[in-house]
């Protein structure tokens, strides 16, 4: 990351004055959120339902903020990622995801609706017991770990304020931390609500001055290397593939339950997921366009540095400020989402809590997520594709098949079935990975012998009861 004293000299009082507002705007929102509580009750004050789910009054322009907002943390990585591959990032990072978007927004939603459960782990459970719970939310918990975030904010902040990385990293986690132990899933709404205007605005005005002070983006054909514009990247299929199979994660996707759980009725989820598509379509065609130019016209300038120097050196007084301001809604957004999430999967769901929950359960266990994910984020060395790729494999590839044959075809596989298939999936990741890195037998990522252990283990079951049927 670019250094405090290289991006010093950029920021000007009125950027500083902008940056400072944006943040007083976001923590006025989650005041406002709060202030909407007085109109409930104190029974509904203090239910589970009001602090995971707010309640389920997620109307069509909040769930999109907060969906749109949660969904894209990953500003340096994606930016990096085309800066040195071009538009790879945007068939990885973007097409992948958009198909299942909409898998999500025409086949689950209904599904996932009728279930009436408060978390994803909760729904395992209803369809196959405790046993299948606490293991989805072990998984879960990894997957929603926000170390990448985590790691993000650190960087980002000791860019602007100088001093040291873990100082930075535990006063943005802190931050973060408190309006949600305050607010619960109301203040990361209502938070989310401001920083996806900014997050939007800050890459949109990237791509504007970078159009106008270098022509249009036809400019970047001669400027680049043919090999940018290559959607394979020069990477191998099955490495594309990976890809592919992780982005089809978010049909298990804490994040994208939760949001459709608390949304006010089925067609808003729905609707919302359409609209929150388009929204990221755009968004990505935006930091694509804005690494590109970077790429172009500051080619010697390092991969996780070029977006935000060329952003920065482009722009005028004010709206640098706006820019800085809408990155950090971009990794603040995810953050206190990827916290409040990871910390529902220990108290909610793991320690089976329902009856006897309490807030205060999960303020303990967000507390302690919001130490862990500090502690891990220097294990990276700020590596962010890196982390999405480790921790979002156990998902993806041992949840996705079991969990969609439970939604689609209910009581075909047993919990024991269930159980099984995903742990022997976990324990194939995890054993090809130390025998690659012992031996390097194979050239096969540890990603594929999951999913095929935990999807051959499923297909007996699967062909005997569709041959008694």
């Given at each position: 990351?670019?250094?405090?004293?290289?991006?010093?000299?950029?920021?000007?009082?009125?950027?500083?004055?902008?940056?400072f507002a944006v943040l007083g705007l976001t923590l006025a929102s989650v005041l406002y959120g709060q202030s909407l509580k007085s109109k409930l009750s104190s029974t509904e004050k203090e239910s589970p339902l009001e602090l995971l789910l707010m309640g389920r009054r997620l109307t069509l322009p909040l769930f999109v903020a907060t969906l749109v907002a949660t969904w894209y943390g990953g500003i340096f990585g994606v930016t990096a990622l085309t800066f040195e591959k071009g538009v790879y990032n945007f068939l990885t990072q973007g097409i992948f995801w958009y198909l299942s978007y909409l898998i999500f927004a025409f086949f689950l939603v209904k599904r996932i609706r009728q279930t009436k459960a408060l978390t994803i782990a909760g729904m395992a459970g209803q369809l196959f017991g405790k046993k299948a719970e606490k293991l989805t939310a072990t998984l879960n918990f990894l997957n929603l770990l926000p170390v990448a975030y985590t790691m993000s904010l650190g960087i980002f902040l000791q860019t602007l304020f100088g001093g040291s990385l873990l100082t930075n990293t535990v006063l943005g986690v802190s931050l973060v931390t408190l309006w949600s132990l305050w607010g619960g899933f109301r203040a990361v709404v209502f938070s989310d609500v401001v920083q996806f205007f900014f997050m939007i605005l800050g890459v949109l005005l990237v791509v504007i001055f970078a159009w106008l002070k270098f022509g249009a983006p036809e400019v970047l054909l001669d400027k680049l290397?043919?090999?940018h514009f290559e959607p394979m990247g020069g990477e191998s299929i099955s490495t594309v593939f990976i890809w592919g199979f992780i982005a089809l994660s978010t049909l298990v996707d804490p994040n994208f339950y939760q949001r459709c759980l608390a949304a006010e009725s089925e067609a808003v989820a729905k609707k919302g997921i359409l609209i929150s598509t388009f929204i990221w379509f755009c968004f990505d065609c935006c930091t694509t366009l804005g690494a590109l130019y970077a790429r172009a016209f500051l080619p010697e300038a390092s991969s996780q540095n070029a977006y935000l120097i060329f952003s920065m050196q482009i722009v005028p007084d004010g709206v640098r400020g706006l820019i800085l301001a809408g990155i950090l809604a971009t990794i603040l957004s995810t953050l206190d989402s990827y916290l409040f999430n990871a910390a529902t999967c220990i108290s909610f769901d793991f320690f089976n809590l329902k009856e006897k929950f309490k807030n205060w359960h999960h303020h303990l266990a967000l507390i302690y997520v919001a130490l862990v994910s500090i502690l891990l984020s220097f294990l990276f060395d700020g590596n962010v594709i890196s982390v999405w790729k480790t921790l979002g494999s156990f998902s993806a590839a041992c949840l996705l098949f079991p969990l969609l044959v439970a939604q689609i075809r209910p009581g075909?596989?047993?919990?024991k079935q269930f159980c099984r298939a995903v742990s022997l999936g976990c324990l194939g990741i995890v054993s090809w990975s130390i025998i690659n890195q012992v031996y390097g037998i194979a050239p096969i990522d540890e990603f594929?012998?999951?999913?095929?252990?935990?999807?051959?283990s499923l297909l007996p079951p699967l062909i005997l009861k569709k041959s008694q049927t």
């Open positions: 990351m670019v250094s405090h004293s290289e991006i010093l000299p950029f920021i000007s009082t009125i950027d500083w004055i902008v940056f290397p043919p090999t075909v596989i047993n919990e594929y012998i999951g999913l095929v252990l935990t999807t051959a």
